[in-house]
């Protein structure tokens, strides 16, 4: 029996997480970022992510490289890297009012849902549902880190030596740099 693992993104959902309720001890967050981020992303493919932002609610397009490693009887019988293309959504609720404060660093929380697509010999499509974290340090306006922790679904277009190749689930985690262009 022919295994294939998606090196692309571990993930799964464990714990939506509490809103914090506290008003914000700085008057306006609104500073904090800008309309557009430009990003670095690793662990969920390696690539570029573009980001707009309208409040609390974030639209992202990005190119990627990802991989996928076929097993037959826990032996690596195959491994490709090839582009991945994704888009998703964050939404952030009232992104400044329930933004949780620790040490110098000002943490807003949402919820992620994204699609990626990856080509080549192995073309799978790769629904994800994340908690999402984004941490900006005071003071520093123009740059953020984004934390995502979901599950994703694999949906593989391809089989292999004419065998299908079955759906699978996994653990999605990915960390993100954003640098906000003024």
């Known amino acids: ?67 996928v490693a076929v097993y037959e009887n826990n032996n690596l019988i195959d491994y490709r890297t090839w582009p991945m293309f994704g888009a998703g959504y964050t939404y952030f609720g009232d992104r400044f009012l329930k933004e949780k404060r620790k040490r110098d660093k000002i943490r807003a929380h949402g919820i992620a849902v994204r699609v990626n697509q990856l080509v080549g010999s192995y073309p799978t499509t790769i629904p994800s549902l994340s908690w999402a974290m984004e941490t900006f340090r005071e003071g520093r306006k123009n740059r953020s880190f984004l934390f995502e922790l979901g599950i994703q679904y694999a949906l593989p277009n391809f089989t292999y030596n004419n065998e299908p190749v079955p759906n699978a689930v996994g653990l999605r985690l990915r960390c993100q740099w954003n640098f906000f262009l003024k």
């Open 1 to 67: 029996m022919k295994k294939i693992l998606l090196l692309s993104a571990p993930l799964f959902l464990f714990v939506f997480p509490v809103f914090s309720q506290e008003e914000s001890k700085q008057d306006d967050l609104s500073d904090y970022g800008k309309k557009l981020s430009i990003g670095i992303s690793i662990l969920d493919g390696f690539g570029i992510p573009v980001r707009y932002y309208a409040k609390n609610h974030v639209m992202e397009a990005g190119a990627y490289v990802a991989g």
